[in-house]
Every structure is written in structure tokens, then in C-alpha cells.
């Protein structure tokens, strides 16, 4: 079998056009015989990208250009070598019968998948190292063998910039066409599938992207890392486009989470404010019996003190005859030392609230006025208003009652998106506030350490406490900042236990939790 050699000249790709050529001797190629092409890139060699200012297209080693005959892929490719600054490669090209061109396809340096016989595929979705160019070129006369050609490489695609205000990192663009395919039976080139575009801004804020031919789309979906999810205006692309205005994207950069928080965000009213929720239940411990007490959050959501020192030491006025944590407080004001009291007198409470979060958390920041207690109206609208995930088939999924470890039962609050982990059991009882039971959804140290990364919040069921020293383990409650009551002696809180689930108002001596928040600015 001989093998022929064919050369072909090619000036480098640009968004408006370029050309290939081929000459050789004289000489007839036999059916199915081989040949060898060598396609030269002029323009003063090659450059392994694109030239956002000229739109230049040029190559990088390893470039592939597929070849078409006869309404088929012929046999091999021809691959980019800089140093040669050519592709090159040897072809299996089949006459039968009427003579006919050769179609040439450049698929922007990707690897295109055959899907049949007579289609491949090239999938542009991700450009973060990458401009993938799609070009085709049909040659002007048809192949005969050996001999002259010339073609034009058109784009397929079109050059687009965008003017983001992510200054360094990946950006993501939804509704756009991602796939190219190539009838090898038609020889055309076909954008299809919607997905997302991802690319790579330059440090200034600007990415350069590759986009099929489509219709314009208002309100496209935009992501990038550590922004808010936004939208965009794509305007009509059409083959060989080179749109230099700059799409306009301008994202808001997501919060950092606090030191101290867990990282999903809760919504708390209609106004849209959201806050973090603390790692764990307030704390104060003293060493001096009271004459000084300290403040953190417990070290894990589930940590609870209960029927134990200093919890039922308190003597009143701030003091404890055992020194040690407490965690049950009654409502805080100024007469009350935050709540470390004994005295259980309605008069002994009243005046208006000094908020928890007025004092710096060692392990919150620890720098005062970062945290807050939330209001009766803030409490309701988290656990019987807010819009959030679908869990399980239930819609705005907010709470379930659950048992972490088999022996601490409590409240777990999904955050407004929440996916929960597709190897955890789904919970179960969501938004119920009847006689629902802990058991229904237990979870093991492993799970609930999937679901708290996923920014479920658990609040445990902690008691509370009657006086200085009486411990009651079967009501429960996390204090609001809201006061009740005409002589002001009263005030909100969460309340749950077995049977019920409520926000309500309680004399304002009783200890209950206090989880405080940090609002997301």
C-alpha cells in the first residue's frame, strides 16, 4: 500500500477567518489508501491561546483537527506540534465513486466523544483553561487526491467578554448551549444542551468566553465561590462573534461565617434579614463564686449542663455557692445579673432587658455587642413562617424533633437551603408541632456531623430551672429578648416538649437556654 504525502498551508484562525491549503504532485489516491497531511499555521507561528484583544484563535501542542470525507470521519487526525507549528497525521481517506470535499473541524482543543458512526460531540462547559473554539472549513474544490486546496475555517461560536465584579476566581453562567455536535453525515456543526458556562476571571474582573450560537437570555443564572447566587442578560450570539461591550455580572460577596457560628443562614422575618445561629448554647463560668464570671458557647450544639454544678448552686444576685458553669438563665436585666438569680419574687425582675450578647464570647469573637438574643416575632416567623428547602417531600421544611447519640433529644432547625446528606436517613415529623416523637429521627455522632456541615442548627432539649436549685427535666425553653405583660413580669420564649412546640410568655425567674445569633449584614 503506498503512502502519499499531501501539505497543507493554514494562516492562523481568527474570529473573522482562515485559510487552509494543501498541494501536492499529481497523483491519484487510491481507495481507502493512507495519506499523510500536514497542515502549516502561518500568521509568524503559533501562540497557545486566544487574543482577547484581536480575537487571534492559535494553538497549543496537542490540538486535534478532524477531518471529514464522504459524509464520514476519515480514518485518524491531525495533531498541533509548535515546534512544527502544524498539525499533522496520517488519514485513511475513502473514494467511491463521485469526487467530493474535505471538510476540516477544529473543536477547541477538546476531546470530541463519538456518539455514532456519523456524530461527535465536544461538551465547552468548563473554560477555565481553556477557550474552546469551534471552527469548520469545507475546501473549495473537491478532493480528487492529490492536488491544491484551499478553505476558510469559520467559527462556530463567538468570543464574548464579561465585566464581573469577581475579581480573581471561577465564574459559572446557567442557560447557555454547551454541546457542539458534528454530523459527519451532513457536515454541519449543531449547538445544543443548556447548561452552565464556567470561566476564569483575569484579576481585573474581566473573563473571556466561548459561547454557541443561541437566542438572548434575560436573567441567566450566575454562581461564583464565596458570592451570592445572581443573574445576567446574555445577548443573541451568533456564529463568528466577537462581542467586546462585556456582559455586565455584579454579584454580592456571601458574609464570612463568624468565629463562633454555624454556617447555615436562617431568615427571621419578611424583610428578609437572616442570622447565623451560635455554636452552642450560652455559657458563663465562674472560679471567684460569682464575683466574675466569663462567657463562650458550648462546644458543640448537643452540650448541655442540666441538674449539675453550678446550674443549681445559684444563690442570687449573680452568685453561686459552688463555682462552675451555668447554662439555665433567667430573663436578663439590669436587676439580674443576666439571669443568675435565685430570687423567684415577680418584682425582683422587672425593668427592661440587657441582651447576653453585650458581653464578648470567648469563643465568639470575643469582643462585646457581636451577638443577640432573637424576639418573640423572630422565634415565630423562624419556625412557622420561613421559606425553606424541600426535606423529604415536605415543602419550606423548618424543624424535626430527633435523638443524637441515643440519649439527647432535642430540636434540629434546617437552614433556609439545606440539602440533607443523600447517605443520612431522611428525617421524618418535619414541621410537626403535636406529640411527635424524638425517636422518629435518632442519628449517630457521624450523621449529625453530615447534616451540621449541611448548616442544620440542633437545639437540645436542656431543662430548665425553678428558684436557685430546682432542676426540672421535662420543659424546655430558649429565652426571646421580648418582654410580656402589663407589669412586665413575663416574657416570650421557645417552649417545647413531648406534646407541644409553641412560642409563649413564662414568669421571667424561671432558667431556660439561651442560643444566641449574629445577624448576616
Known amino acids: 500500500m503506498k503512502k502519499l504525502a499531501i501539505f497543507v498551508a493554514a494562516f492562523v484562525l481568527t474570529l473573522g477567518l482562515a485559510q487552509c491549503k494543501k498541494e501536492q504532485p499529481n497523483a491519484q489516491t487510491p481507495e481507502g489508501e493512507k495519506v499523510h497531511i500536514s497542515v502549516k499555521v502561518g500568521n509568524n507561528g503559533s501562540r497557545a491561546d486566544v487574543d482577547p484583544s484581536t480575537g487571534h484563535i492559535t494553538f497549543k501542542d496537542g490540538d486535534i483537527l478532524y477531518v471529514g470525507y464522504n459524509g464520514a470521519k476519515v480514518g485518524g487526525e491531525l495533531t498541533y506540534s509548535t515546534s512544527a507549528s502544524s498539525f499533522s497525521g496520517d488519514l485513511t481517506i475513502a473514494q467511491d465513486g463521485d469526487d467530493k470535499p474535505l471538510y476540516f473541524y477544529y473543536m477547541g482543543g ?47 461560536c463567538a468570543l464574548v467578554k464579561f465585566a464581573t465584579n469577581v475579581i480573581s476566581g471561577t465564574v459559572s453562567v446557567g442557560g447557555m448551549n454547551t454541546v457542539a455536535t458534528v454530523n ?5 456543526i449543531t449547538p445544543g444542551t443548556i447548561g452552565t458556562v464556567s470561566f476564569a476571571t483575569d484579576g481585573s474582573g474581566e473573563g473571556w468566553t466561548i459561547l454557541l450560537e443561541q437566542n438572548a437570555v434575560d436573567d441567566a443564572a450566575v454562581t461564583a465561590t464565596g458570592y451570592e ?99 439555665l438563665f433567667g430573663w436578663s436585666t439590669s436587676a439580674t445579673y443576666f439571669g443568675i438569680h435565685s430570687n423567684t419574687g415577680l418584682d425582683d425582675y422587672s425593668g427592661d432587658f440587657v441582651d447576653w450578647g453585650t458581653n464578648a464570647i470567648s469563643n465568639g469573637g470575643n469582643t462585646a455587642n457581636q451577638w443577640r438574643t432573637l424576639t418573640q416575632d423572630e422565634w415565630n416567623y423562624l419556625f412557622n413562617t420561613r421559606t425553606a428547602s424541600t426535606v423529604n417531600g415536605t415543602s419550606d421544611a423548618r424543624f424535626a424533633k430527633a435523638y443524637l447519640f441515643e440519649n439527647i433529644h432535642g430540636i434540629i432547625l434546617f437552614p433556609d437551603n439545606y440539602t440533607h446528606p443523600s447517605d443520612v436517613t431522611a428525617p421524618t415529623g418535619i414541621n410537626a408541632t403535636d406529640n411527635t416523637s424524638y425517636d422518629n429521627n435518632q442519628y449517630t455522632a457521624e450523621q449529625w456531623a453530615k447534616m451540621e456541615a449541611a448548616g442544620a442548627v440542633f437545639l437540645p432539649a436542656a431543662g430548665s430551672r425553678y428558684g436557685g436549685s430546682t432542676f426540672m427535666s421535662s420543659a424546655h425553653g430558649y429565652w426571646s429578648s421580648t418582654a410580656s405583660g402589663d407589669l412586665g413580669r413575663a416574657a416570650y420564649y421557645l417552649y417545647f416538649n413531648q406534646n407541644n412546640l409553641s412560642v409563649s410568655d413564662m414568669s421571667r425567674y424561671y432558667g431556660y437556654s439561651v442560643r444566641l445569633v449574629h445577624d448576616v449584614n
Open 110 to 156: 477538546l476531546t470530541a466523544t463519538e456518539v455514532d458512526a456519523t456524530h461527535y460531540t465536544v461538551d465547552i462547559s468548563d473554560q477555565t483553561s481553556n477557550y474552546p473554539v469551534i471552527s469548520s472549513g469545507t475546501s473549495t474544490a473537491n478532493y480528487t487526491g492529490a492536488g491544491a486546496y484551499t478553505t476558510t475555517l469559520l467559527n462556530y
Open 184 to 188: 459527519f453525515g451532513t457536515n454541519e
Open 229 to 327: 447566587d445572581g443573574t445576567c442578560d446574555v445577548p443573541a450570539i451568533t456564529n463568528n462573534m466577537f462581542y467586546t461591550t462585556g456582559v455586565s455580572i455584579s454579584l454580592t460577596a456571601t458574609p464570612s461565617v463568624p468565629t463562633g457560628a454555624i454556617n447555615g443562614q436562617f431568615t427571621i422575618n419578611s424583610s428578609g434579614d437572616k442570622v447565623w445561629f451560635s455554636q452552642g448554647n450560652l455559657q458563663a463560668t465562674t472560679t471567684d463564686n460569682g464575683s466574675s464570671w466569663s462567657w463562650a458557647f458550648a462546644t458543640n450544639q448537643y452540650d448541655k449542663i442540666g441538674n449539675a454544678t453550678a446550674n443549681t448552686r445559684i444563690n442570687g444576685n449573680g452568685t453561686v455557692s459552688d463555682n462552675g458553669t451555668v447554662d
